[in-house]
Structure formats: C-alpha cells, structure tokens
C-alpha cells in the first residue's frame, strides 16, 4: 500500500453513464494527479492539481471533467464516455519539493461498452 | 523525437545475472529522474530515485545518471523471477510549483528461472 486508495478498482459503464472515480491520499501531500493508462501506450499525464487548484489540464476532452475538494481528495466525473477511453486510470500524489516522488493508487480498469 | 525513451524490449536475463535498463531523455532542463516498476494489470511502484550525476545504490538496485549524455539507467544484480516486471522511467521538468512527470513507454524484463 502506497498511502493512494481509488474507488471503484473495476467499472464498466455505458457511453450514456455518468459514473466517478474516487481518490484518496493520507500521505499529508499537496499534489495530486490524474493519469491514463492505455495498452501499448506510455502513461499519460490528464491533471494537475497544486493544493486544490487545477495547474494543468493536458488537451482532455471534456467528457472528463476532474473535482478537487481539498489536498487529500480527487475525483474524475466521467459522462458520455467513448468506447477508446476504456484504459487503466491511476491517482497519484506528491510532496512540491524537492524531488515530486510521486506515489501512485491501485488504478481503476475502466471498460466503455 | 520522443521526451523519454526506452527500449521496450523484452529483456531476457537469466536468474542471478545483472539486468541493465536504458532510458535516455530530451529535454535538458529536466531535473529529477525515477524508476518505477510495473507488474502486469497493477500500477507503477517507485522504486529508485536520482537527482545528481553519478550512481545511486539501494539493495540490489542501483540508477546511474549522466546529465551531459541525458542517459539515465537502473541496474538490478542478482536479478530474481520476481523482478520480472516492465520497467517504467520517469523525468521530472520544472512546471510552476508542480513537477509534470513524463514516462517512456517501459522496458519489460524477463527473469528466466
């Protein structure tokens, strides 16, 4: 255990759903991220949250839209998915300085049917 | 030209040898490097990190760094079935007060009992 929990760690939605993934960090880090994992691609870097503000928001489509609450909380809402966003979407923290080790959550599998 | 790049492989060693990972990156100004290691349908574990040219030990792990060359490299010796994993580097370029991290595509290893 990394100190990052996400719920749900299997979804299987629907293109008309609109589900959430959930992120939790008890590392006292202050930020957090939101990557997506592809088969035969390399991770890709969605968002950037710096003590609850959004700092980068990598060209994502709109269809995913991520929530910050406060510096331990992160969720991605997900609606009108398409069948290719079906990938492997992983939660990860860090400290500011010096070095931003990010630590990363277990990941939620995520197939669009 | 990709900004982190490494050899998918798969690397085949026998148990007991020294598995060498090759990673080598674009952009000059990046400051903090990482290796993570991926098992199969989970998600990235951090396992070294480096910041300054020369090498870095821990246990049976050791990143080698060559800020000049932009080459950064992780060497695991007595290399064990368990080991076997793909191998993900990570470079940190300053981004306002978040460090964005890009990843290689990962080199997958194969320790052959």
């Known amino acids: 255990e990394t100190g990052v929990t996400q719920t749900p760690r299997h979804l299987v939605m629907g293109m008309t759903n609109k589900k959430s993934l959930k992120c939790e960090q008890h590392?006292?880090?202050?930020?957090m991220y939101w990557y997506k994992q592809s088969a035969k691609k390399p991770l890709e870097l969605m968002f950037v949250?710096?003590?609850?503000?959004?700092?980068e928001n990598n060209s994502v489509p709109s269809r995913f839209s991520p929530e910050c609450p406060n510096s331990s909380h992160l969720f991605l809402h997900l609606h009108t998915l398409q069948p290719e966003d079906s990938a492997l979407y992983l939660c990860?923290?860090?400290?500011?300085?010096?070095?931003?080790?990010?630590?990363f959550g277990p990941g939620t599998r995520l197939t669009v049917t | 030209q990709k900004e982190v790049e490494q050899n998918s492989g798969p690397l085949s060693v026998p148990e007991g040898a020294i598995a060498s990972l090759n990673c080598t990156y674009s952009?000059?100004?990046?400051?903090?490097f990482f290796w993570y290691r991926q098992y199969s349908g989970k998600s990235p574990e951090l396992i070294m990190s480096?910041?300054?040219?020369g090498d870095k030990e821990d246990g049976r792990f050791t990143a080698q760094l060559n800020k000049a060359s932009q080459y950064v490299s992780l060497l695991i010796r007595d290399s064990q079935p368990s080991d076997s994993a793909t191998y993900l580097c990570?470079?940190?370029?300053?981004?306002?007060?978040?460090?964005?991290?890009?990843f290689g595509q990962g080199t997958t290893l194969q320790v052959k009992p």
């Open positions: 952009d000059r100004v990046s400051q903090s």
């Open positions: 990860a923290s860090s400290q500011l300085a010096p070095g931003y080790e990010q630590y």
């Open positions: 480096i910041y300054s040219n």
């Open positions: 949250y710096n003590f609850k503000e959004q700092t």
């Open positions: 590392l006292g880090h202050n930020a």
């Open positions: 990570a470079v940190t370029q300053p981004f306002g007060n978040t460090g964005k991290l890009i």
